[in-house]
């Protein structure tokens, strides 16, 4: 009799949303973003697409959940420690090391954000220290988010290819400039905001209230 292409060994697989998810980060480590389908997350996990929807509603729900993920996983090793500026550009190494060992999904953290709610339950540990130094939240969210978002367009540099074209391995030369081009312009951002910030906070302290004077 054979066996369903459903079962391997003989037992039915079991099915998590978080093995789910995984197997979808192996097919888009694999094989790129356009075989992660339902289908081929299926076929990953030897079930059939039918059997996935009970754990994600669609393909849409799929990418938002392998963003996560991948987001998730680049904060594994992070420690928010030391002063912001520190603390930020740790953020910014881990998170190019998940990008760069997951060369497929950069074009797909880049076009589909992180969710709001879990990306700040992460990222509490990093703004805390902004808070410490005294930066408002608003002012850490912007600095946040514009190094998320260069570490991002960066690693679309050194990753990204046209549609179609094949998939080269760089070299080490390259792989080195892009180092040096990383760590050139994250520390002039880091720089920046540190030195606007620090301006700020002596500019609110030179024009705070003055004390009313008597007539």
Known sequence: MKQSSSRRGGRPALLTPERVVVAAVEVLDAEGLDALTMRGVGARLGVAA???YRHVPNRDALLAAVVDHLFAESLVEFLPSGSWPQALTRFAESYRRTLLAHPHAVPLLATHPVDVDGGLSL???????????????????????????????HALAQVGRPPGAPELEPSPEAAAYYDRWFEAGLHAMVSGFE???????RGDRTNGPKAEQSD
């Open 50 to 52: 039918m059997s996935l």
């Open 123 to 153: 990222l509490a540990g990093l703004l805390e220290r902004f808070s410490a130094a005294g930066v408002e939240r608003a002012d850490a969210l912007t600095v946040v988010q514009s190094v998320g978002v260069y570490v991002l367009g």
């Open 195 to 201: 030195r606007d910030l620090g301006q700020a906070e």
